[in-house]
């Protein structure tokens, strides 16, 4: 049975690109059942834990960080694959969106322009918004979405609406408390792809 305490080091997704150039995404079953299973389990905690849940994703991807030069951080391992940059670019798009989720399904509604369109793939794998041109920038960013979810978190209490939900494209309709959550599976799902892109031909000494 799938382990509902502990996330998943990468949650598996197999990409597959039809003829027509559509792309679709596939999570093994076990790894979907967990990943649910830690989110709800985690959404039901107390604010402190949840902090502490989503600082440990936090802090892993700072890790990953440490030490990365502007050109290690610009190096691609091929013409279709992130950068560091880049792979940042995306992460902090996802902290944002998942700060202004919680927030506003915490309020009792959707965010402001937000339709049901956006709970499909397309609008959800991969989304990238924000753009930095230094890891400097992206890493302060990250820290500021980083804290705004924090804070969000420190505020949950008995009057939190967890009734309104917002489905994810893989993992269901998730409350304000349950993507808190979520933001460590995003964290620490894409903190190995940093470590693949350091690993890469032609990668950078410094």
Known sequence: MPDAMQPPVSIG???????DGTRSVAIPDELRAQVISFVLDGGAKT??????????????????????????????????????????????TTKQVVV?????L????????????????NAQDGVTISRFATLADARIAADAAHGDLV???????ASTNVEIRFSHFLFGALNAREWAVFQRIHDVDHTPHIGQIKASPGFPAA
Not at 13 to 19: E, G, S
Not at 106 to 121: K, M, T, V
Request: glycine fraction near 8%; charged fraction near 20%; charge should be negative.
């Open 100 to 104: 202004s989720l919680c927030r506003n």
């Open 13 to 19: 997704l197999k990409y597959t690109t039809a003829a």
């Open 151 to 157: 804070d969000f978190i420190r505020g949950l209490n």
């Open 106 to 121: 915490a309020d009792g509604h959707w965010p402001p322009g937000i339709g049901p369109e956006f709970q499909e793939q």
């Open 47 to 92: 604010p402190d834990e949840i902090e502490a849940i989503v600082q440990d994703g936090h802090d892993a991807l700072v890790v990953a960080l440490a030490g990365l030069s502007e050109s290690q951080a610009a190096h691609k391992p091929s013409a279709d694959d992130w950068s560091i940059l880049e792979l940042m670019d995306h992460v902090v």
